[in-house]
């Protein structure tokens, strides 16, 4: 918890950018849980854009 809003998180994604950038990437994708709200706010803040939504449906075991 210490850690938290310390620039850790910021350098971290900007350190991952700029590899993609210098491997010829031109995109990079991010997931974060609907919960996380300040990762949000951080991908929002360093230019990252909502672009879909993303939809997942548990599957039971066979019992077979």
């Known amino acids: 918890e210490r850690a938290r809003r310390q620039g850790l998180a910021r350098a971290l994604v900007a350190e991952a950018e700029a590899?993609?950038?210098s491997r010829g990437c031109v995109r990079i994708e991010v997931t974060s849980a609907l919960h996380r709200d300040g990762a949000h706010?951080?991908?929002g803040g360093m230019?990252?854009?909502q672009v879909s939504e993303h939809f997942l449906k548990a599957l039971a075991?066979?019992?077979g």
């Open 41 to 43: 706010e951080l991908y």
């Open 61 to 63: 075991a066979s019992g």
């Open 19 to 21: 590899i993609a950038r």
């Open 47 to 49: 230019g990252f854009g």
